[in-house]
T-cell receptor, first 116, second 114 residues
Framework: GNSVTQMEGPVTLSEEAFLTINCTYTATGYPSLFWYVQYPGEGLQLLLKATKADDKGSNKGFEATYRKETTSFHLEKGSVQVSDSAVYFCALSERAGGTSYGKLTFGQGTILTVHP | DGGITQSPKYLFRKEGQNVTLSCEQNLNHDAMYWYRQDPGQGLRLIYYSQIVNDFQKGDIAEGYSVSREKKESFPLTVTSAQKNPTAFYLC?????????????FGSGTRLTVV
C-alpha cells in the first residue's frame, strides 16, 4: 500500500536558518504530493503541492520538488521565521485507477520550532 | 467565502455518553473525511464518504458512526463504545475524481472526556 515517511522531529532552529524536512514515499504509479502545515490548535492548511515528476511547488518562501527517481518531496526554506513554527505534514494522493483513489495518505508530521 | 465549518470548537463528554461533532461545507465537494489526531501523532482516518448516502470505514472506525444525508454535511458521532475518545478531530473535504486537489480542512473539534 501507499506510505509516507517524514524525518523524525522535533526540529529546532534559530531565526533565519535554512530548513529542510525530508519526505519519502511509496506508491504505485505517479501520485500527487502535498505539504500541509498545522498551527497550534488549528486544522491543516495546504502549503504547496506538485502533481508530476520534476514539478516544484512553492508558497510563502517554502519549496519542494517532486523527485520520482528518489521518491522524495523534501520541504525547504532558505530563511525561517518564528512565525513558521508549526507541524508540517507530507502527503500523497494516488492517481485514478489505484485502490486508494481520492484519499490522502499522510506522514506522521514534523514539529518545527523557530527561536528568535 | 467557501470553506468547512466544524462545531463546537471544544466539547466535553461524560463517561458513557454519545456526542456528535458537526461538519458542514459549502465548497460543493463530493467527498468528506473524518480524522483523529492525538498529541505527537499523525492523522488517522476514521470514516470517509465519496457520495451522499454512502460512506466507508477508515482505519479506526470502531466506536464511531457517521451519516451523509446531505452533500454539505458529514456529522461524526463518538459513541460510548469508544474507550479513549479524548483527541482532536478534523473534518476535510475534496472534489471526487481530483487527486491533484488535496483536501480542505476544518479548524477542528477538541473532545475531552470528563
Amino acid at each position: 500500500g501507499n506510505s509516507v515517511t517524514q524525518m523524525e522531529g522535533p526540529v529546532t532552529l534559530s531565526e533565519e536558518a535554512f530548513l529542510t524536512i525530508n519526505c519519502t514515499y511509496t506508491a504505485t504509479g505517479y501520485p500527487s504530493l502535498f505539504w500541509y502545515v498545522q498551527y497550534p490548535g488549528e486544522g491543516l492548511q495546504l502549503l504547496l503541492k506538485a502533481t508530476k515528476a520534476d514539478d516544484k511547488g512553492s508558497n510563502k518562501g517554502f519549496e519542494a520538488t517532486y523527485r520520482k527517481e528518489t521518491t522524495s518531496f523534501h520541504l525547504e526554506k532558505g530563511s525561517v521565521q518564528v512565525s513558521d513554527s508549526a507541524v508540517y505534514f507530507c502527503a500523497l494522493s494516488e492517481r485514478a485507477g489505484g485502490t486508494s483513489y481520492g484519499k490522502l495518505t499522510f506522514g506522521q508530521g514534523t514539529i518545527l520550532t523557530v527561536h528568535p | 467565502d467557501g470553506g468547512i465549518t466544524q462545531s463546537p470548537k471544544y466539547l466535553f463528554r461524560k463517561e458513557g455518553q454519545n456526542v456528535t461533532l458537526s461538519c458542514e461545507q459549502n465548497l460543493n465537494h463530493d467527498a468528506m473525511y473524518w480524522y483523529r489526531q492525538d498529541p505527537g501523532q499523525g492523522l488517522r482516518l476514521i470514516y470517509y464518504s465519496q457520495i451522499v448516502n454512502d460512506f466507508q470505514k477508515g482505519d479506526i472506525a470502531e466506536g464511531y458512526s457517521v451519516s451523509r444525508e446531505k452533500k454539505e454535511s458529514f456529522p461524526l458521532t463518538v459513541t460510548s463504545a469508544q474507550k479513549n475518545p479524548t483527541a482532536f478531530y478534523l473534518c476535510a473535504s475534496s472534489p471526487t475524481g481530483a487527486p491533484h486537489y488535496g483536501y480542505t480542512f476544518g479548524s477542528g473539534t477538541r473532545l475531552t472526556v470528563v
